[in-house]
């Protein structure tokens, strides 16, 4: 097993980011789309947070009970953004070791990790990313 492999090599640097000043409906629309469950949020070009799909479900009642549509669409226009994110979270460096990052994951309560270079969100790496690393490992 490659013991250096740094996290960029299975990294997801093709991004669906979200900007500060979208609203929870977009978050909610892309996770569905694009099946992600972590989205990082960006003010210009700075990382500001990032929002899970679990941040978003404790807004809606929508799995509790029938026609609940309503109420969590005016939750979302209630909320920003800004109020639910993950407010200057833990990033790792493209150079940063997938042992490093799995080792870090294994003893976090999140499953995502924004990679940034040099104050710039260039990817982010999640617990699935790391376990298809490893799984890749005994073919």
Same mark, same amino acid.
């Given at each position: 097993?490659?013991?250096?492999?740094?996290?960029?090599?299975?990294?997801?640097?093709?991004?669906?980011?979200?900007? /500060?000043?979208?609203? %929870?409906?977009k978050?909610?629309?892309l996770?569905?789309?694009?099946?992600?469950?972590? *989205?990082?949020?960006?003010?210009?070009d700075? %990382?500001?947070?990032? *929002?899970?799909?679990?941040?978003?479900?404790?807004?809606? &009642?929508?799995? %509790? &009970?029938?026609?609940? /549509?309503?109420?969590?669409?005016?939750? &979302?226009?209630m %909320?920003?953004?800004?109020?639910?994110?993950?407010?200057?979270?833990?990033?790792?460096?493209p150079?940063? /070791? *997938?042992?490093?990052?799995?080792?870090?994951?294994?003893?976090?309560? &999140?499953?995502?990790?924004?990679?940034?270079?040099?104050?710039?969100l260039?990817?982010i790496?999640t617990?699935?990313d790391?376990i298809?690393?490893?799984i890749?490992?005994?073919?």
């Amino acid at each position: 097993m490659k013991k250096r492999t740094p996290v960029s090599s299975i990294m997801t640097s093709k991004m669906v980011t979200v900007n /500060t000043n979208d609203d %929870l409906r977009k978050v909610s629309d892309l996770m569905k789309k694009h099946h992600i469950r972590h *989205i990082p949020v960006v003010s210009g070009d700075k %990382l500001a947070g990032v *929002i899970s799909q679990t941040d978003v479900m404790r807004l809606s &009642f929508g799995n %509790l &009970f029938d026609g609940q /549509t309503e109420a969590d669409e005016a939750i &979302f226009d209630m %909320l920003k953004i800004e109020q639910v994110m993950v407010h200057h979270p833990k990033t790792v460096s493209p150079n940063d /070791t *997938i042992r490093d990052v799995a080792t870090y994951l294994a003893q976090a309560e &999140f499953h995502a990790l924004p990679v940034v270079d040099d104050n710039k969100l260039v990817g982010i790496v999640t617990t699935t990313d790391v376990i298809k690393y490893l799984i890749d490992q005994y073919d």
